[in-house]
Nanobody, 121 residues
Framework: EVQLVESGGGLVQAGGSLRLSCAAS????????IGWFRQVPGKEREGVSC????????SYADSVKGRFTISTDNAKNTVYLQMDSLKPEDTAVYYC??????????????WGQGTQVTVSS
């Protein structure tokens, strides 16, 4: 059974950094696209970033471009989201997900439990 587990969330001041991790079991991250999403209570879930397998092509939401970086450590079967220059509006629960496809897409079937990121002003 595919399981994704996020970690690395926490409380940080505006301008600070956090690195989120997404570890997987039962799949090889080298074979599949992995996306990061976030959600604030009462709002729709937002796609933050995605990395495709193979050539490692990545994409970012406009709101995080230049501040967040997605990367993969295949040896550890872990995907990271490095978040720098954090803003209070980045506060959300962050989730990783996979669509079990090589390329990033619109629909994702497997999700982690989420990790809370809180940015204080």
């Amino acid at each position: 059974e595919v399981q994704l587990v996020e970690s690395g969330g926490g409380l940080v001041q505006a301008g600070g950094s956090l690195r989120l991790s997404c570890a997987a079991s039962a799949i090889n991250f080298d074979d599949y696209a992995i996306g990061w999403f976030r959600q604030v209570p009462g709002k729709e879930r937002e796609g933050v970033s995605c990395i495709s397998s193979g050539d490692g092509t990545s994409s970012y939401a406009d709101s995080v471009k230049g501040r967040f970086t997605i990367s993969t450590d295949n040896a550890k079967n872990t995907v990271y989201l490095q978040m720098d220059s954090l803003k209070p509006e980045d506060t959300a629960v962050y989730y990783c997900a996979t669509n079990l496809e090589r390329l990033c897409g619109e629909e994702y079937d497997y999700w982690g439990q989420g990790t809370q990121v809180t940015v204080s002003s």
